[in-house]
């Protein structure tokens, strides 16, 4: 596969929030074809095309949903190059297994490969990982941060929405850090609780709530990939899209403004994310977009920052693209929306 | 039942969201005592607190969801003076013919007895009504137009929430009108589409948008008590409670302002109703209260008439209660949040 | 000019709402170079970068606002080869006048351009339009509905927000009309009445509520370019972008579905209108986008259309980067966001 | 003044959105009689009716709102026995300072009484504090907390909105913390941010997003009235009413589930104050209520801690209300909205 041609692509687990997201940016990426939207066999929205469940899309992408069954993975492994995953944890790890070989890249939205540790499953998502041995195969698209081992990564998995705002804020100050834990409280936007209607989500319900306090599953996540003990504490908003985390964190003694400025400068060449000192970002500066907005504020030995994300894209699809990107050699940004 | 004298009321339904703002409304009506909040048999709600299902309801209603079942119903007949449904229709109809005699005051906010004819229910409802005999003997209850017979009701059918503000708005001035039909453009907060999920109620998919164009179930409602042909198209709006309703009439030529600003004086002895002349009633405005604000405007022949409800309270709930009162000889507003 | 060299463009009024998403969309229009953004002289927003009045646009647009004056004014003229006004009315009166020749485009986003005859503008805008001889120079920019005369407009009308929903939905099917007046019933998110700080745009105080009856100034602007009478009327809702218009059409007798098809068929050839039978257009299908969604239900002689725009884009800024896709025999969709 | 005999109340500064909630509790509480409503001298509002600004209030509180002169200032010397302020802070100090002698209550919404020394005030909030004899003279009327001192109270300092929910979360487990300082993470509805217009508090810019990094005002009364360090970083939501405040809190080795239980305790005998063990309080919960909803939850040393109330009732009005109530040996939920 070389670079500029066009890649054959497919979006498994295409129904979900971030899975439709996804498949409207592989439409219109330059470098991809999207050749087919899939979810899992027997759900009722097979058969269906995709921009009826989601009208925005009509025009858009036009494709059917195909119900996955061993016919049409056999056709994915015959054609795809590049395989999306956005379905559930079990299903991705399966789904994965089947898939891998050095003929296609895997990219997985889900969180079946974002542990190192198959005990962690058991633990934090309460099932047993059919495949741990991909577990050491998987590379962490946390894009700014594995920039290199993207490179060459034939199995990528997609930090979590919570984790990608939290790492982005956290991993440039880490060695600034006087103490543990950092805690992390974060606000999420409805959509990163998926399409599947439940009681919490509906709208009448909507209000701004804590939930999954001391054993939210990105907690792990968050903790393996930055090193660092957190207290993570997620919250449910009456708003669609986005998130907000504010971190507080400990610097050592004797660290100056000029220190925390310059860590977080390793920015400057990754232009989803944008830094401002003293800058409070929004969800509304983010929202539709692929960025990731960081402000941060220091008092004494106190450093409180903000990282605002949209968790559909640079919390899932376009972080996913990022990835992709820096797999094939692209710009970080082609085909994200800045 | 002598006024004043503690009724003992129930609730059934009470786990849906017209359900349990009654269950809190009747827990402090001076004149009712709250002996029962029920739910269907074999509801997964059954054994819970309703403050659980709504935690605001903590403190203020403490009883248990109990599963409606023979034993319960015969508990019901031997000590309920008032009797609230608010499930199903279909169930509602069932419920009120085993609960109807002289001993007690059913008060359905179903739709089940709203309609005249037992072929409306085949046909905008999809059932065929079990006990249409019953029909006949409801009372509906619009509060401030069936006054009188409500004195005497032993059946009454709450009216709908669109039904209500349109009513509200309609009736006043319905001998001043030229032609017909009447325009009827409302729209909705979330909570009138009830508690159970479904993809079109979750809070990622709320917006504005329009539904059940010439064929909503309360097209006939507001015809058959409007007598008055209408074109009623509702939305369902990104809010969580309250009903505007925008009617577009034509007056007959030589109306005057006067002629209009004394028809919507019949609201003058009824405190639930505000009206304005030129006014422009916002949903916030009457959010959480029972009251219906109605703003009136005229141009030439045109006349545009607002009104505005919380759909839970003088949509359901308080206007419940103030049917309650006038059966028993109360205030309208006793128990009415205002 | 010759197609795809690069055109150098400016945007004045660019703090405001519209202008900003225009200064947004002109950035990557791939015929433009934004040369320019502009706000009144004397503004307090002079100086400032527009990103930070929107820290969304970071990285995006960094450019600084410039007050506009005599100097600025003559730059302008010398180098600028389109011209956008995003300003208020009256000032954009002035300033098309000002830079009128036959050395640039101008397109107007303010209503001082859009209504045929100067007393219109005493009438709805309440001021005596400075230089009338220009309304009859000015094309109306609706896209879809002037192609031909778009093609050589030197000055450019861009239409209402209102205006573009409603007569997107009406225009196709006023031959098949019956009566008169139509009735638009239509809800615009807050960004629509602009940036000014007032009380009614406060977020404390955002519902649902009508406003401007009988009187908005978009009602002459549907009345003169649809040549239909209609009573427009207009609501604020709680949410920040997006317009739903629904409109009540009465058919005359004998017009078939098929007729009404045929007649929206005249979209087809138009990538940013999207129609459908029975279709319910939602606010968010077209949040963010240049697409103006119709659906549209007919019963008997009754015919009820919905059009849903983004107020910001296909109700100003993407249908201006329209109008100048036509003006220099571009694609319609060149760099309007779908 | 005896017990239940009807007590002459004035609300200064009543436009706002504490003073006009505070106008229509004071309005239908038993002991009191709302004998007038006060802007301040040359408002805007001066003569206009209450419920002109707030349409909710028509029928409720039909009261005009007087411009306070000297007259009427007089005027509530000679009349009113009790004297709410809502008012800007130095206005408050300088009112609160002319009313003040043994013949009536004041209580002051305002923070001009809130803090011990006069110096806080130029520190936090830009003035030299008029008439600082007076803040020794001030109990703070953190209602739970000072049932004792409120009930001899003069002149009441009503906390502000996110120091109650903080404070009533903090106090119970103080004596069981290891360490400083609290972490409070709080977000507000944009009521807190008042009802001048502003860009920031305009509906089409609400969003999520921190403010008054290391600098709010409240800071220091948290600080002052909670014995402890606390890093408090606001949030404003894109929602109306009610604040979320999560506290991170670091207990003392060895401290139980049991010890912390026992603790939260004292609020058993307080009605306004709603405690559960791991239980997740959402703002809707206590939106328009006067109910304070506590949740806690401890793996550990670690305990977080969730307060949501309704910023201008629990925050404001109703404990103003609370703290009236208490003066005159009332319960403390008489007018309270529960």
Redesign the interface.
């Known amino acids: 596969m070389k670079k500029n041609s066009s890649l054959t692509a497919v979006v498994i687990g295409a129904s979900g929030?971030a899975g439709s997201e996804l498949c409207r940016l592989v439409a219109r990426h330059p470098l991809l074809t999207l050749a087919g939207c899939f979810v899992s066999e027997g759900s009722v929205d097979a058969g269906t095309k995709l921009s009826v469940l989601y009208?925005?899309l009509?025009?858009?992408v036009d494709l059917p949903l195909q119900g996955l069954d061993s016919l049409s993975l056999k056709q994915i492994k015959a054609t795809a190059q590049v395989v999306f995953i956005a379905t559930e944890h079990e299903a991705a790890a399966q789904l994965a297994y089947q898939l891998y070989d050095n003929k296609r890249i895997i990219i997985d939205l889900s969180g079946a490969h974002r542990l190192a540790e198959a005990q962690d499953y058991v633990t934090h998502y309460g099932f047993s990982h059919p495949h741990p041995q991909l577990l050491s195969e998987a590379v962490y698209g946390l894009a700014e941060w594995h920039t290199g081992l993207l490179a060459n990564a034939n199995l990528i998995a997609v930090p979590g929405c919570y984790p990608t705002a939290t790492l982005l804020a956290l991993k440039p100050v880490q060695h600034l850090l006087a103490s543990q834990?950092v805690?992390v409280?974060a606000?999420s936007?409805?959509?990163g609780?998926g399409?599947k209607?439940?009681?919490k989500?509906?709208?009448?319900?909507?209000?701004?709530?804590?939930?999954g306090?001391?054993n939210h599953r990105h907690q792990p996540e968050i903790e393996q990939h930055g090193q660092t003990a957190v207290?993570f504490?997620p919250?449910l908003?009456?708003?669609?899209r986005?998130i907000?985390a504010?971190l507080?964190l400990q610097l050592a003694e004797g660290t100056s403004c000029q220190d925390v400025a310059e860590a977080y400068a390793v920015y400057q060449k990754h232009?989803c994310v944008?830094v401002?000192y003293?800058?409070?970002?929004?969800?509304?500066?983010?929202?539709?977009?692929g960025?990731c907005?960081i402000?941060w504020?220091r008092?004494g030995t106190?450093l409180?920052v903000?990282a605002a994300i949209d968790n559909l894209l640079k919390g899932a699809a376009s972080q996913a693209l990022q990835c992709l990107n820096l797999r094939f050699g692209e710009p970080q940004t082609t085909g994200v929306p800045?």
Request: hydrophobic letters at 30%.
């Open positions: 929030y009208p925005k009509r025009g858009v834990p805690i409280n606000v936007g409805v959509t609780a399409r209607p439940t009681h989500t509906l709208g009448a319900e909507l209000s701004l709530q804590g939930y306090v001391f207290v504490t919250h908003g009456a708003f669609k986005g907000l504010t507080y232009p944008r401002g003293q800058h409070t970002p929004a969800i509304q500066d983010v929202e539709h977009s960025y907005d402000g504020h008092k106190q409180i903000f800045l």
